[in-house]
């Protein structure tokens, strides 16, 4: 994925131009995706992203690696 994909999927997240909020979709995409390739590479690591987002959900502080740019994008 190039660096003006990850942009646009930020972009995204910020506008909230749909009907269904992106980051819903993106959620179910990739546990739809880890579903249905458990055993590649690309179905793994959507897996990996999905329990880290249902573990966080449930945390008191979830930790992000990014934290300090992450907080800066969504002010």
Do not use: C
Request: proline share 3%; no cysteine; charged share 30%.
């Amino acid at each position: 994925m190039s660096d003006l994909s990850k942009k646009i999927l930020i972009d995204e997240l910020i506008e909230q131009g749909h009907p269904e909020q992106v980051e819903n979709v993106i959620y179910h995409a990739l546990k739809d995706y880890a579903w249905r390739n458990k055993i590649t590479w690309q179905g793994i690591i959507a897996s990996s992203i999905v329990n880290r987002i249902e573990d966080a959900e449930t945390e008191e502080s979830p930790v992000l690696m990014n934290g300090d740019t992450i907080e800066k994008i969504f002010e």
